[in-house]
């Protein structure tokens, strides 16, 4: 009894020094970063978890870098992290930079284009500390979950890249190419260290790897809605390389 009195202790003081960095990796995205920011302060303020967010930008020609100068000069140095590079190197590699650059024993990566509602942030934080996960990913394909604001076109693409995923690596989670998850810091970095893909392929492969080397994986639902400000980089080479990076992960796994 007394042992465990003293154990749930232990537990709950390391629970209180948990720190979540939020990668937000931009390309013209000055429209939609000030409102990510200010949802992301608000809901991490709300519900008392320490965190930073590190903006990832690919000088971006709109001039997202200066907005997010001053939101750092709003929000503090401290929970605003610019480590910005100089042209466009895709997303995956954009993660892979940002995540050297984290501080926090999570790492929650998420797009900034409010496709990905921060308020689901707490639900992951609930869930990954309810189970213990490795990894808690955000899925719309599965209980509550759902897109909305896209054409037909694009919803066949991602149901399309979803199913073939299953089928072919049949990795166990039910939505493969989204990116809004939680990750352990220390989990994180080795699954990078496997991952060989750099576009946005590399979401699947992340999950992928992450069954294979037995990392548990949590869901949570979450409604995916499409930008109003800027566009998707999603064109056709993304989807050409994605059928690449699936097959060779086919091939090789
Ligand atoms: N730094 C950087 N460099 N950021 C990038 C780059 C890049 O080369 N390409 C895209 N981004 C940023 C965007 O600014 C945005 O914050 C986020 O990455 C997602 O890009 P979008 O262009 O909005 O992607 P999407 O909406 O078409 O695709 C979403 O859904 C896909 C699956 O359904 C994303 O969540 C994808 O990751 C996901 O695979
Ligand atoms: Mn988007």
């Known amino acids: 009894m007394q ?16 720190k979540y960095s939020v990668l937000l990796p931009t390309y013209n995205e000055r429209e939609n970063l000030p409102l990510i920011v200010w949802l992301l302060v608000k809901y991490f303020g709300e519900s008392g978890y320490d965190y930073e967010i590190i903006v990832i930008d690919d000088r971006s020609p709109d001039g997202t870098l200066e907005v997010a100068e001053q939101l750092q000069n709003i929000y503090g140095a401290d929970k605003i992290i610019l480590r910005p590079r100089e042209k466009k190197l895709g997303l995956g590699t954009a993660y892979i930079h940002g995540i050297k650059h984290a501080t926090g024993n999570f790492v929650i990566i998420m797009d900034a284009d409010l496709s990905h509602h921060p308020k689901f942030i707490p639900e ?4 990954q500390r309810e189970g213990g996960f490795d990894l808690v990913s955000g899925t719309r394909y599965s209980g509550d979950g759902g897109v909305y604001g896209w054409d037909l076109r694009r919803k066949l693409i991602s149901r399309g890249a979803n199913f073939l995923t299953q089928v072919l690596l049949r990795p166990g989670a039910s939505d493969l190419t989204g990116s809004f998850r939680l990750y352990k810091k220390e989990v994180l970095g080795q699954l990078v260290k496997k991952c060989v893909s750099k576009g946005y392929v590399f979401q699947m492969e992340m999950i992928v790897r992450a069954r294979q080397l037995g990392y548990s994986i949590g869901e949570v639902p979450i409604t995916f809605v499409d930008r109003v400000y800027g566009e998707s980089k999603l064109g056709g080479n993304e989807i050409v390389s994605f059928l690449k990076g699936l097959l060779t992960l086919f091939a090789t796994t």
């Open 3 to 18: 042992y465990n009195m003293a154990n749930r202790k232990t537990s709950k003081s390391r629970v209180s020094s948990d």
């Open 124 to 127: 992951f934080i609930q869930k």
